[in-house]
């Protein structure tokens, strides 16, 4: 019996598919009530979602979607010079986004819990293996990991405002990205949009260049039909050190005509104003530069530790009765316990202002006066020379 139940929770999350329970027409009464509760320009983060437009997974899951590809996140390493490594940049962070779609109804990650975590990690096909590469690396991330593999983690640091960080690393390539993310939710008429605050920050330890970027917001299109998902705004990418800096523009759908999921980009060196490289294309499909389409390769399946072996606290397990229960298509057992689980949130948040406890994150700290970070980064846990240990042979 045990092992059945390990083998069901695990095809929960296997099972790519997303099966659709109703398109809001079939909710009609569900959505006018719903539509009665809000008004245009209203925050949407007080605001109970109906449980069928959930998607099987929490928020702190679908970042890892950034690292879907992980050959092209540790390639940015590879890269020669300046300008290759932020062309790579700009490959995989483009590459990033049409790997979490796999439904054509959009659909809302769960709302992580205060100090919800998420762990997973990849292995990367091809890459040469040191002899120890089959050796356990004993802290970051995710400790039971290779130097071999890209390890990941999440965590939901604040609840009011809704605030996640995560971070990435490949000890073996000695790269690192650390990134948090304020989700503001607004009510359009007939659309949500959501405004991601945040910022990411990748890391090449042994060449000291560090590249920051932000990220696009999102949008619920058709939320009285069959929903689906666009992206809009500007997103830059800079390199301080080289002076390299990518300008990316998410395109949304005009009313009338045009085509959906638009994207360009254009990169620059100092103060140059011609691009030295541009792309563009479609985010969710294909984007057409000198690489070969970011469509062609398909994503890496994450690892995930079984639910048996989680923490209480960790993604999976937190909403492993929500998932069971969409998964079979049964929306009243997915509510209650839904809100069995936001009960339990209230009822902490409640015992500590009676205690006066202060709520303290575990693997993330403030930085500075905005944004978090990771709180024991590669950076810290190994020894990186004062002078890059890599020359390049070309500076641009």
Same mark, same amino acid.
């Given at each position: 019996?045990?092992?059945?139940?390990?083998?069901?929770?695990?095809?929960?999350?296997?099972?790519?598919?997303?099966?659709?329970?109703?398109?809001?027409?079939?909710?009609?009464?569900?959505?006018?009530?719903?539509?009665?509760?809000?008004?245009?320009?209203?925050?949407?983060?007080?605001?109970? =979602?109906?449980?069928?437009?959930?998607?099987?997974?929490? =928020?702190?899951?679908?970042?890892?979607?950034?690292?879907?590809?992980?050959?092209? #996140?540790?390639?940015?390493?590879?890269? $020669?010079?300046?300008?290759?490594?932020?062309?790579?940049?700009?490959?995989?962070?483009? +590459?990033?986004?049409?790997?979490?779609?796999?439904?054509?109804?959009?659909?809302?990650?769960?709302?992580?819990?205060?100090?919800?975590?998420?762990?997973?990690?990849?292995?990367?096909? @091809?890459? $040469?293996?040191?002899?120890?590469?089959?050796?356990?690396?004993?802290?970051?991330?995710?400790?039971?990991?290779?130097?071999?593999?890209?390890?990941?983690?999440?965590?939901?640091? +604040?609840?009011? $405002?809704?605030? +996640?960080?995560?971070?990435?690393?490949?000890?073996?390539?000695?790269?690192?990205?650390?990134? &948090?993310? &304020?989700? %503001?939710?607004?009510?359009?008429?007939?659309?949500?949009?959501?405004?991601?605050?945040?910022?990411?920050?990748?890391?090449?330890?042994?060449?000291?260049?560090?590249?920051?970027?932000?990220?696009?917001?999102?949008?619920?299109?058709?939320?009285?039909?069959?929903?689906?998902?666009?992206? @809009?705004?500007?997103?830059?990418?800079?390199?301080?050190?080289?002076?390299?800096?990518?300008?990316?523009?998410? =395109?949304?759908?005009?009313?009338?005509?045009?085509?959906?999921?638009?994207?360009?980009?254009?990169?620059?060196?100092?103060?140059?104003?011609?691009?030295?490289?541009?792309?563009?294309?479609?985010?969710?499909?294909?984007?057409?530069?000198?690489?070969?389409?970011?469509?062609?390769?398909?994503?890496?399946?994450?690892?995930?530790? $079984?639910?048996?072996?989680?923490?209480?606290?960790?993604?999976?397990?937190?909403?492993?009765?929500?998932?069971?229960?969409?998964?079979?298509?049964?929306?009243?057992?997915?509510?209650?316990?839904?809100?069995?689980?936001?009960?339990?949130?209230?009822?902490?948040?409640? %015992?500590?202002?009676?205690?006066?406890?202060?709520?303290?994150?575990?693997? #993330?700290?403030?930085?500075?006066?905005? @944004?978090?970070?990771?709180?024991?980064? =590669?950076?810290?846990?190994?020894?990186?020379?004062?002078?890059?240990?890599?020359?390049?042979?070309?500076?641009?």
């Amino acid at each position: 019996m045990g092992l059945y139940c390990i083998i069901f929770v695990t095809a929960l999350y296997e099972d790519d598919s997303d099966s659709d329970l109703g398109s809001m027409e079939n909710h009609g009464s569900v959505v006018t009530h719903l539509l009665s509760q809000v008004k245009i320009g209203m925050d949407l983060t007080k605001v109970v =979602l109906p449980t069928f437009i959930l998607e099987r997974r929490s =928020l702190l899951e679908m970042y890892a979607d950034y690292f879907a590809h992980p050959d092209q #996140f540790v390639k940015i390493v590879d890269q $020669p010079t300046p300008r290759e490594r932020m062309i790579q940049v700009v490959r995989w962070y483009l +590459s990033s986004y049409h790997a979490g779609r796999k439904s054509q109804v959009a659909k809302k990650p769960y709302n992580p819990i205060l100090g919800e975590i998420f762990r997973c990690h990849w292995t990367i096909d @091809g890459e $040469p293996q040191d002899s120890n590469s089959k050796q356990e690396v004993g802290d970051g991330p995710v400790p039971w990991c290779s130097p071999d593999q890209l390890s990941f983690v999440a965590e939901q640091v +604040s609840h009011h $405002p809704p605030i +996640s960080a995560f971070y990435s690393e490949h000890v073996n390539k000695r790269i690192q990205f650390d990134a &948090w993310v &304020w989700t %503001k939710s607004k009510f359009l008429g007939l659309s949500i949009g959501v405004h991601n605050i945040g910022r990411g920050l990748v890391s090449l330890l042994d060449l000291g260049e560090e590249y920051s970027l932000t990220f696009p917001n999102g949008y619920g299109r058709s939320i009285l039909t069959v929903p689906w998902i666009e992206l @809009g705004g500007s997103v830059v990418i800079e390199c301080v050190q080289t002076g390299h800096r990518a300008n990316i523009e998410f =395109l949304t759908k005009p009313f009338y005509g045009g085509k959906k999921h638009r994207v360009t980009c254009d990169v620059f060196v100092g103060t140059e104003k011609k691009p030295y490289y541009s792309a563009q294309g479609e985010w969710n499909t294909r984007v057409e530069g000198r690489w070969t389409d970011t469509g062609i390769n398909e994503s890496k399946k994450k690892r995930v530790a $079984p639910i048996s072996r989680q923490n209480s606290g960790e993604s999976r397990r937190v909403w492993r009765h929500v998932t069971a229960a969409l998964r079979a298509a049964d929306t009243d057992a997915a509510t209650s316990a839904k809100r069995r689980l936001e009960q339990a949130q209230r009822d902490a948040a409640k %015992k500590r202002i009676d205690d006066n406890h202060k709520w303290e994150t575990q693997l #993330f700290k403030p930085k500075g006066d905005e @944004g978090w970070e990771y709180t024991t980064p =590669l950076s810290k846990r190994i020894e990186t020379s004062k002078s890059p240990k890599r020359q390049d042979t070309a500076t641009r």
